[in-house]
């Protein structure tokens, strides 16, 4: 072993002119960890960039999940939170609001208001949250009253305008049943204003965003928004259309999370009928939405995969050149420590040893020399012109990429080592008969190289383009 060590030191000696072949081995070795990492970091960005573009050019209405029915009161006031809780259920774990609003299934005349060519009747009913996304332009927001006193009601200022309505203005209706006609005495405590009609809580019910529906020889007004006791307990109202609505909150959609989402909202209906007991009327456009991104970023995964391996080859055979100029630099270094008497085992676990200093940062910095990379994609590139913007994340898997990919880069430059340890004799007789060409060269394989890589750029152009466009939606 002291003649191994010593020898060792006189080919360490002789190893200083070999730093520019070893740097570029460690050179080699980090940048084929970092094109290896690059796969998983890469489809798993453009995967969650592709579905939330996807997700953002849908209309809003498509991006909600609703639930309706028409019920009594009473079962729509008993159905309320297990409904609510399956929605919940249905949208987690991106979590987001349920939210509840009802209407009467029947209009009421407006009592004292002089009949033209268009009758005006009003709905009654009450929304959750509305305080969140309205805005008072007089008033305050109905709360419950002795039924002695009028029913308070807050209106839409459109209706406002149309009734010529103020703050403290009655407002009976006239409800008829048969021949009878009784009256429901409500008194106007707010006017509010829509100002931000883009948001998703006015999608998906035109009535309540507009306030006002043309029906030919009659209009229909409000509706006239109360507290839920008023439509639910005190209103004489024989049946109402009661509505959950769910806003997921999209932001914190994963690709992991897009598949049990999907059939979350797909076995909903069942779901929500056995909650509530009754059918019930469930529509959202999330599931044909994330389907097709799906399907887009898989084709086009496949795709960059094939593109990556395809890399990876050339990492390796530059690799294998890097480690064959390596094991002929040192070739009578390696003979003289033969001739002292280290075995190919010895000789095998030095250059281990050396392959491993290379490849363990390598490993530990590849991903995130990835994440750096593939940031430039949102600046310049295929990606930057269709407007689509990456987050590139060093994850699990890339650090397991990084990791395969150093394990094969040791191989690649500790097998020529055991095969090449040769005794000094053989190294010197093969030394005064070197070829002047090596191996690669002598088999055309440089040659092969520049074509694979004219191929490969070719087509990272032609995969970018199909990505760019599948991730679009």
Request: one cysteine or more; hydrophobic letters at 50%.
């Amino acid at each position: 072993m002291l003649a191994v060590l010593a020898g060792w030191r006189v080919s360490l000696h002789r190893t200083r002119a070999d730093w520019p072949i070893v740097a570029a081995a460690g050179l080699s070795t980090l940048l084929a960890a970092a094109l290896l990492s690059i796969g998983p970091i890469y489809s798993s960005a453009t995967s969650l960039a592709g579905i939330r573009r996807a997700l953002a050019d849908a209309p809003q209405a498509d991006k909600l999940v609703s639930a309706s029915y028409y019920a009594p009161p009473a079962d729509a006031a008993k159905a309320d939170a297990t409904v609510r809780t399956d929605l919940q259920a249905a949208i987690q774990p991106l979590g987001g609001s349920v939210l509840r609003d009802v209407q009467s299934t029947e209009s009421f005349a407006v009592a004292g208001r002089a009949k033209g060519e268009v009758e005006d009747r009003a709905l009654l009913g009450f929304a959750e949250g509305i305080a969140d996304h309205a805005t008072l332009r007089g008033g305050a927001w109905p709360t419950e009253t002795a039924p002695s006193e009028p029913m308070q009601v807050a209106v839409l200022d459109a209706v406002a305008d149309r009734l010529r309505l103020k703050v403290g203005a009655e407002l009976p209706l006239v409800v008829r049943e048969f021949d009878q006609e009784s009256e429901i005495r409500t008194r106007v405590v707010g006017i509010f204003t829509i100002t931000g009609g883009a948001d998703a809580y006015w999608q998906g019910d035109a009535q309540l965003a507009t306030g006002v529906a043309e029906h030919g020889s009659y209009r229909t007004l409000g509706p006239l928004l109360t507290t839920p006791g008023n439509v639910l307990q005190r209103a004489p109202l024989a049946s109402v259309q009661v509505r959950w609505r769910a806003f997921p909150n999209l932001d914190r959609l994963t690709v992991d999370d897009s598949p049990g989402l999907r059939r979350r909202l797909a076995a909903l209906p069942e779901v929500l009928q056995i909650a509530a007991g009754a059918k019930l009327d469930v529509r959202t456009g999330l599931p044909p939405i994330l389907d097709t991104a799906e399907r887009s970023l898989q084709v086009s995964g496949a795709s960059v995969l094939l593109l990556m391996l395809q890399l990876a080859i050339l990492a390796a055979y530059a690799i294998v050149l890097t480690a064959s100029l390596l094991v002929d630099q040192r070739r009578v270094d390696t003979a003289m420590l033969r001739s002292r008497g280290a075995g190919p085992i010895q000789l095998t676990l030095l250059s281990l040893a050396e392959a491993l200093l290379l490849a363990i940062p390598a490993v530990l910095v590849a991903p995130w020399l990835a994440t750096a990379a593939l940031a430039l994609l949102n600046a310049a590139g295929p990606l930057a012109d269709v407007g689509l913007s990456i987050e590139p994340r060093v994850t699990p898997p890339a650090y397991l990429a990084a990791a395969a990919a150093g394990i094969v880069c040791v191989a690649l430059m500790v097998v020529p080592v055991l095969l090449g340890a040769r005794r000094f004799a053989e190294a010197e007789r093969e030394l005064s008969r070197q070829e002047t060409r090596t191996f690669g060269q002598r088999m055309g394989l440089d040659v092969a190289l520049i074509a694979i890589s004219g191929i490969a750029l070719w087509q990272l152009r032609s995969y970018g383009a199909t990505l760019t466009t599948s991730v679009r939606g």
